[in-house]
């Protein structure tokens, strides 16, 4: 069993960037679709990238396109997000999240209810102007 600890959240300034990162722990990442979604208080989960079990493909939310990248080194059972000029309305929890039977975690904006087998723990992340 997978499980995902993630790190690298924090308080920044709005134009700034961050790099999360998600570690898996059971070294058959590589088996894996992952994806990293967000949600503020009182609002809705929103998938905000995702990507295919090598990597070599990516989407993007259009609330966040053009400033962030998805990418995964799975020779480190890792998976990163990189996020430039940060606003105040990127203030959220920043979950990664990965399943061994989907291609691909896109499939949540079209039905919300998918199920994703693993979750990371969360990491805050908070823009302020």
Not at 105 to 121: A, M, P, R, S
Request: aromatic letters at 8%; one cysteine or more; glycine letters at 10%.
């Amino acid at each position: 069993q997978v499980q995902l600890v993630e790190s690298g959240g924090g308080l920044v300034q709005a134009g700034a960037s961050l790099r999360l990162s998600c570690v898996a722990s059971g070294r058959t990442f590589n088996s894996y679709a992952m994806g990293w979604f967000r949600q503020a208080p009182g609002k809705e989960r929103e998938l905000i990238a995702a990507t295919i079990k090598s990597g070599s493909s990516a989407y993007y939310a259009d609330s966040m396109k053009g400033r962030i990248t998805i990418s995964r080194d799975n020779t480190k059972n890792t998976g990163y997000l990189q996020m430039n000029n940060l606003k105040p309305d990127d203030t959220a929890v920043y979950y990664c999240a990965a399943d061994p039977k989907l291609h691909n975690l896109i499939v949540v904006t079209t039905d919300k209810n998918t199920y994703i087998k693993v979750w990371g723990q969360g990491t805050q992340v908070t823009v302020s102007s």
